[in-house]
């Protein structure tokens, strides 16, 4: 069982230690969370994939009934809102988004 919780800590700081371009230069989400960037965290459903009018047209019955499926499922996305931009989020992965909420609490 231990190896499993080192393994997933490994990912974690993995995830939160990989670097990333953002608008002020590359940085990581370690950093930017520990420096107060991020306001607050929200976890939103979104479509699985988005529409595409070329996709489906191009399709026949059997390909639009598939994609039509994809189109009424859902996938939870993380997402992390800057605090200089309330508007603004980063949509990051669930161990990022895990980090932040036990720093913020």
Not at 2 to 9: E, V
Not at 70 to 97: G, N, Q
Request: one cysteine or more.
């Amino acid at each position: 069982m231990s190896d499993l919780n080192k393994a997933n800590a490994a990912r974690a700081a993995a995830a939160l230690d990989k670097q990333y371009r953002f608008s002020h230069g590359v940085d990581t989400f370690r950093r930017m969370i520990d420096t107060g960037a991020f306001s607050c965290a929200e976890a939103a459903t979104v479509p699985l994939v988005e529409y595409n009018r070329r996709k489906w047209n191009g399709l026949d019955a059997r390909g639009q009934a598939e994609y039509q499926k994809k189109l009424d499922s859902t996938k939870t996305e993380y997402r992390l809102f800057y605090a200089a931009d309330s508007d603004r989020f980063a949509a990051v992965p669930k161990m990022v988004f895990d980090h932040f909420e036990s720093v913020a609490a």
